[in-house]
């Protein structure tokens, strides 16, 4: 198995535990419990994975930089309905209801993920890469107690993804460099109260 497959295989395992989750009822408090711990940890444990492993190299490639960097804000949002399920009842309409978006996102995610992302991952990665990777990821997934006690590290920034986040301040000094100095700060905050500024970071 390569890297690609064991990730597939990762994500068909938590797909289906979530669709064995969408068909309790709100009076099957201790399957819901059971079911979600293992979404939960199993979760925790892909992201910390991808994040740590794959997404790192996916980032400095040009044909994955954007796909990557949508999968980190998706894990970001994947990890706060994690933690906002762990924090209300089961027996609740709205855990069910947050259950429902948790499933489409992941869902969306792997088809993100298998689609776009490994397909650019083929062809942008060298076989060394691949191989490593995949000793790499399998050393990870024997040992899921470890991947789950580690501390999540922030994100390393990559060069394109910093190079483009100075793009949104030269355009603002350049839209402002006519104004006089007074204004210049009040018509400087406006852009960027107006455009915002791209942010790529780990959740």
Known sequence: MNVFEILGDDHDKVKGLLEKLEETTERAVKTRESLFA???DDLTVHARIEESLFYPVLEDKEQTQAITLKA?????????LLSELSGISVE???WT??????????EQHVEDEEGEMF??????????????LTDQVQDAR????????????????????GAAASEPARSVAAATGSFCSSCQGIA??????LCGSPQYRRS
């Open 92 to 94: 609740s309409p709205e």
């Open 188 to 193: 400087a905050n406006f852009f960027r109260t």
């Open 72 to 80: 980190y804000e998706t894990h970001g949002v994947i990890k706060r």
């Open 38 to 40: 293992r979404v939960n």
């Open 142 to 161: 024997r040992k899921p107690e470890e991947v789950l006690a580690a501390e999540s590290q922030p994100r390393r920034p990559s060069v394109r993804a």
């Open 119 to 132: 397909k650019g991952a083929r062809q942008a990665l060298t076989k060394k890469e691949i191989d490593t």
């Open 97 to 106: 209801a947050k259950l429902k978006v948790l499933k489409d996102t992941v």
